[in-house]
């Protein structure tokens, strides 16, 4: 015999199955919106949160309309990523990172040019003065 609990939970997913898996792009709108009104007070929904967090993510990794951003992803080096992210924050152009030498040096660097990448040396360079582990440039 199934408790309370189990029979109202299984009768909310009926209502709003979305929660749990997106099967259609509509269901994958309605599952946006109702993250927006969540996020509102994220204390009290943060479970409910967590469980809508997922199905999204599924359906972003596995639908055609994100298919060519997700390859775009995959091929983007991460460090790159993380220091572009970092330069965006803090409104910084290539001038503004000597940790990595020349403007130039900076720009073939962040473009992916040719035998150019951070070494190890930029990698502890950049995370003291952004104040991050490292790590997150490998």
């Known amino acids: 015999m199934l408790s309370t609990a189990f029979v109202e939970i299984r009768e909310a997913l009926a209502r709003v199955p979305f929660i749990a898996h997106i099967e259609t792009e509509e269901d994958y709108d309605r599952a ?3 993250m927006d009104e969540l996020v509102d007070d994220y204390d009290a929904n943060k479970l409910l949160i967590e469980v809508l967090a997922v199905s999204i993510e599924r359906w972003e990794d596995q639908a055609p309309e994100f298919s060519d951003f997700n390859a775009a992803v995959d091929e983007t080096d991460r460090g790159i990523a993380v220091l572009k992210t970092l330069m965006a924050q ?3 152009g290539v001038a503004d990172l000597p940790e990595l030498g020349s403007k130039g040096n900076v720009s073939k660097i962040l ?8 070494t190890r040396k930029h990698m502890e360079a950049l995370g003291k003065r952004f104040e991050v582990p490292p790590v997150l440039f490998f």
Not at 111 to 118: F, Q, T, V
Request: proline residues 0%; aromatic residues 0%; neutral net charge.
């Open 32 to 34: 946006l919106e109702l």
């Open 90 to 92: 803090h409104g910084l």
């Open 111 to 118: 473009n992916g040019a040719e035998g150019k990448k951070l």
